[in-house]
């Protein structure tokens, strides 16, 4: 049920300019320094698309990724004014690409929409993070994970059972807010979404499987003791080079 690679991925959302490319760069002089945890840790920065491209450039690492943080569901071009699809951000030089996210959701998107976003970015062989949650009134009326399994239903199909979907789990009520679960509830949702997968999609295959919601360099520790958590899905505390560092360290601490 676990994998021993560890994801680290952090979402900018609307933040940075090209100046903050020094961000990335003390990450990755990081991650040069840390060379015996290369194999245990994997670290993808999903930044806005108006920087994918110039990042992409200055940086040459094996050990940091980039990635978006959403797209357009049309697979070629098209009459979509202001709108990216899943193949322009894969040429502006993304390899991941967040999907499903809570705030776009409460835009709108639908589990629909969500899917047809998936599909494209898996035809240009982009690797999914595909988020799932519940809000604070879903989680006090105990829909936590009838929640879940409606969203993962809503949006997968067994065609998308492979190594590019990644499930990043985050509470809506925990996003920003400094509230994290229960540790012991966190663990059994996780392995709930995991168990699920699996006899949703009937594969003996078990899907990796990330945390994301108010994750600190205080809380990660916490986080630690979770063996089925695959890695974390990091907000806010990605914009800051020594937060998300700290971040990296406590884990293994």
Request: aromatic letters at 12%.
């Amino acid at each position: 049920m676990t994998n021993k690679l560890r994801y680290f991925i952090g979402n900018w959302k609307m933040f940075g300019d090209f100046s903050d490319f020094k961000i990335i760069k003390k990450i990755n002089r990081f991650s040069h320094k840390s060379k015996k945890l290369y194999k245990k840790k994997k670290i993808v920065l999903c930044v806005p698309s108006t920087l994918i491209y110039n990042f992409k450039k200055k940086l040459s690492s094996r050990y940091i990724s980039l990635g978006a943080q959403n797209c357009h569901y049309h697979q070629e071009y098209g009459s979509f004014t202001g709108s990216l699809n899943a193949k322009m951000l894969k040429s502006a030089g993304a390899e991941y690409i967040i999907l499903g996210h809570s705030e776009n959701r409460l835009e709108g998107e639908t589990y629909q929409a969500i899917k047809k976003k998936i599909i494209s970015a898996i035809n240009q062989k982009l690797n999914v993070i595909f988020c799932i949650g519940e809000n604070y009134k879903e989680k006090k009326k105990s829909r936590t994970l009838s929640v879940l399994k409606k969203q993962i239903k809503g949006s997968l199909e067994k065609k998308f059972v492979n190594d590019k979907i990644i499930i990043a789990y985050e509470p809506v009520w925990s996003i920003g807010s400094n509230k994290i679960p229960k540790i012991n509830e966190l663990r059994n949702t996780i392995k709930y979404i995991k168990n699920d997968f699996r006899k949703t999609f009937k594969t003996k295959k078990y899907p990796k499987v990330l945390y994301g919601g108010s994750v600190n360099p205080k809380n990660i520790k916490l986080f630690s003791s979770i063996v089925e958590i695959d890695g974390f899905l990091i907000g806010g505390a990605s914009q800051s080079s020594k937060k998300f560092i700290d971040i990296i360290k406590n884990y293994y601490k």
